[in-house]
């Protein structure tokens, strides 16, 4: 019996979550935060995949030293629809503060770049979140 419950409310939270998802998806402007340009990373099928679909892709990444990309949201000329935090939660927190300061409220957060300092910093900024893999999901 735990075990169907457990099987259901997980159902039912990942249909809530794709449906912010999925409104996250229709938006054109995106700033993918991550080793960006490393071709081996999912970072980079990550931008590949939402370019494929007609957005507009900011590449950053703070480690960069190339300038082939931002090193920070901040950075960016452009207003951006939605982060994609494809990064250690450390410096994907760091990036969000800065995405708050320029009023960026929409992040999807990929798995593995996701704590509970970051979720609840974008509970109290009011930043909707969908945690899910854009690779799946679009």
Same mark, same amino acid.
């Given at each position: 019996?735990?075990?169907?419950?457990?099987?259901?409310?997980?159902? #039912? %939270?990942? @249909?809530?979550?794709? +449906?912010?998802?999925?409104?996250?998806?229709?938006?054109?402007?995106?700033?993918? =935060?991550?080793?960006?340009?490393?071709?081996?990373?999912?970072?980079?099928?990550?931008?590949?995949?939402?370019?494929?679909?007609?957005?507009?892709?900011?590449?950053?990444?703070?480690?960069? #030293? %190339?300038? @082939?990309?931002?090193? +920070?949201?901040?950075?960016?000329?452009?207003?951006?629809?939605?982060?994609?935090? =494809?990064?250690?939660?450390?410096?994907?927190?760091?990036?969000?503060?800065?995405?708050?300061?320029?009023?960026?409220?929409?992040?999807?957060?990929?798995?593995?770049?996701?704590?509970?300092?970051?979720?609840?910093?974008?509970?109290? +900024?009011?930043?909707?979140?969908?945690?899910?893999?854009?690779?799946?999901?679009?």
């Amino acid at each position: 019996m735990q075990i169907l419950f457990l099987f259901t409310t997980l159902l #039912s %939270t990942s @249909s809530a979550m794709s +449906s912010a998802g999925k409104q996250m998806l229709q938006l054109k402007r995106w700033a993918v =935060i991550g080793d960006v340009l490393n071709q081996a990373k999912p970072a980079s099928a990550v931008v590949a995949k939402l370019e494929q679909a007609g957005k507009t892709v900011y590449k950053v990444n703070p480690r960069d #030293s %190339t300038g @082939s990309c931002y090193r +920070s949201i901040q950075d960016v000329p452009d207003t951006v629809d939605v982060i994609d935090l =494809i990064i250690n939660s450390r410096t994907g927190f760091e990036q969000m503060k800065l995405a708050a300061e320029l009023n960026i409220n929409k992040v999807f957060i990929q798995p593995g770049a996701e704590s509970q300092e970051l979720l609840d910093f974008c509970a109290v +900024s009011g930043i909707a979140v969908h945690q899910g893999c854009v690779l799946r999901e679009l």
